[in-house]
C-alpha cells in the first residue's frame, strides 16, 4: 500500500504545473492497453478519447464516420479532448488523430507530460489487419493509409516529452515508462 501512495506523489505534476500523462501515437500502438495498466499501478483514473467520444454521442466511432464524416468526428474529438485534458492527476489515451489539432497540440505542452508510442508500421498493419472498428482503415489499402497518416503525423508525435518503442512486450513497456515517470 505504500508503494501506491509513494508513486501517487510522483504522479502530482502540480509542481511542474502538468496535470496528467497522456499517451500519443497511431491507432494501434497501445495507448488504451498500456494507459490502464499504468494507471491501474499508479492508482489514478485512466480515460480514453476514444471511448467518451463514443459515450458523449452513443454511436462506436466507425459508426459516427459512416453517418456524420471524419470531418464531424475531428470537431466532437477536439472539443472532448480539451475537456479532458484539463483533468488533473489521471493517464489519458488520446486518439491517433487528435494530435493534428493545434488547440490538442497546445493544451497537451500546456497541461500534460506526453508519451509517444512508437511502433514499426509492419507491426501497426499486423495488429490491426482483421478490425472493423477503424474507419480510416476499412475498404482501402491499409499499408499505403498507415503510411500516409504516419507521415502526416510524425512531427507531432516525435514533439512529445518522451517516446518509447512499443514492439516489444507489454510487461517491459509498462516497466520502462514507469521507470521513466518514476524518474521525473
Do not use: W
Not at 487528435?98 to 495488429?127: A, P, Q, T
Request: hydrophobic content about 35%; some cysteine; aromatic content about 8%.
Amino acid at each position: 500500500m505504500s508503494t501506491i501512495r509513494n508513486e501517487q506523489k510522483m504522479l502530482n505534476f502540480k509542481n511542474n504545473k502538468i496535470k496528467n500523462i497522456c499517451f500519443i501515437g497511431l491507432m494501434g500502438s497501445g495507448k488504451s492497453i498500456i494507459g490502464r495498466d499504468l494507471s491501474k499501478i499508479y492508482n489514478v483514473d485512466f480515460v480514453d478519447s476514444d471511448t467518451e467520444i463514443e459515450k458523449e454521442l452513443g454511436q462506436p466511432i466507425n459508426i459516427i464516420f459512416e453517418n456524420h464524416g471524419e470531418k464531424y468526428f475531428r470537431s466532437v474529438e477536439e472539443i472532448i479532448c480539451l475537456k479532458i485534458l484539463n483533468k488533473d492527476n489521471c493517464i489519458i489515451s488520446l486518439g491517433g488523430g487528435s494530435i493534428l489539432s493545434l488547440k490538442i497540440r497546445n493544451m497537451i505542452k500546456k497541461n500534460s507530460y506526453s508519451i509517444y508510442l512508437k511502433v514499426k508500421k509492419e507491426i501497426i498493419l499486423h495488429r490491426l489487419k482483421n478490425s472493423k472498428k477503424r474507419p480510416l482503415l476499412n475498404n482501402v489499402d491499409k499499408q499505403s493509409v498507415i503510411n500516409k497518416i504516419y507521415s502526416e503525423r510524425k512531427i507531432f508525435y516525435d514533439d512529445a516529452n518522451f517516446i518509447v518503442s512499443n514492439d516489444i512486450d507489454k510487461k517491459d513497456i509498462v516497466l520502462k515508462i514507469k521507470n521513466h515517470i518514476n524518474s521525473l
